[in-house]
């Protein structure tokens, strides 16, 4: 009898600490600490970069985004059948300082949201919730997720490559999304040289050409007041530019 018992119970111990390490709430998802410094470790070297983004729906357009100072700049290129319209914008973290003309309301650099400068925090000030984390699969990848449950494509969060970490998805709210892809390594670093924006069932694709990396820059390429200075900035008109702005915006009450 005692031996049936003590068998009954070792079975009973074993399935225990089978599902104590298997189950979801089992917190073996990286800390807030950890987060920080993986993205530190890949990213915190890449403290100033230029990059063009252009759009295959609109081969005349581009959107050049520069990085420097602790802070972003944009230049919004679209070339349309009668003149060519340029914006531009300066900015610090999720917010725009200066633009170019002052009515253009461009959103925030995209690729902040891919690598902000204190990622955690950043990610929370924009929704994030860092209480909640998960496992998922991003197409065929396995994925941590920060900020979401699984099956939750509403809420503020960002998926990373469960091997290298790189950041694949940012939803910044319903119908609000970004994707990136075709990682490879440039200038040390693993980035991303495509992507995809959605909202509900539109989606716009884009490229990104690196540049440079890690190049110096004249503080005054980031200088508010040279951008209200700039001459010839127009509003752009086109679908790519619009579809920007809806898609980055921060504000939900919009």
Not at 161 to 180: H, M, R, T, W, Y
Request: charged fraction near 20%; glycine fraction near 6%.
């Amino acid at each position: 009898m005692f031996v049936k018992n003590l068998n009954t119970y070792v079975i009973l111990s074993v399935l225990a600490v089978c599902l104590f390490i298997s189950s979801p709430a089992r917190a073996f998802f990286p800390s807030d600490e950890d987060v920080n410094e993986t993205m530190y470790q890949k990213y915190g070297a890449l403290n100033s970069f230029e990059a063009e983004l252009t759009f295959p729906s609109e081969p005349g357009t581009k959107l050049v985004i520069k990085r420097g100072h602790d802070h972003w700049q944009q230049t919004f290129t679209e070339a349309g059948s009668n003149a060519t319209v340029e914006a531009k914008s300066v900015g610090q973290y999720f917010k725009t300082i200066a633009q170019c003309p002052a009515t253009v309301e461009m959103p925030v650099s995209m690729l902040q949201f891919w690598a902000p400068d204190d990622p955690v925090s950043d990610w929370m000030s924009i929704g994030m919730n860092n209480a909640t984390k998960s496992y998922g699969f991003h197409e065929d990848t396995p994925a941590f997720v920060f900020g979401a449950e699984q099956g939750d494509d509403r809420s503020p969060q960002i998926w990373f490559d469960n091997e290298n970490f790189a950041p694949l998805k940012v939803v910044l709210g319903p119908q609000q999304e970004i994707s990136f892809g075709t990682y490879s390594k440039f200038a040390g670093f693993m980035l991303p040289h495509t992507g995809t924006l959605k909202m509900g069932e539109d989606v716009l694709d884009f490229n990104i050409q690196w540049k440079s990396i890690r190049k110096k820059m004249a503080p005054a390429v980031f200088s508010p007041a040279a951008i209200k200075k700039s001459n010839g900035c127009g509003v752009p008109s086109g679908h790519v530019y619009e579809f920007l702005k809806k898609c980055l915006r921060l504000n939900k009450s919009e």
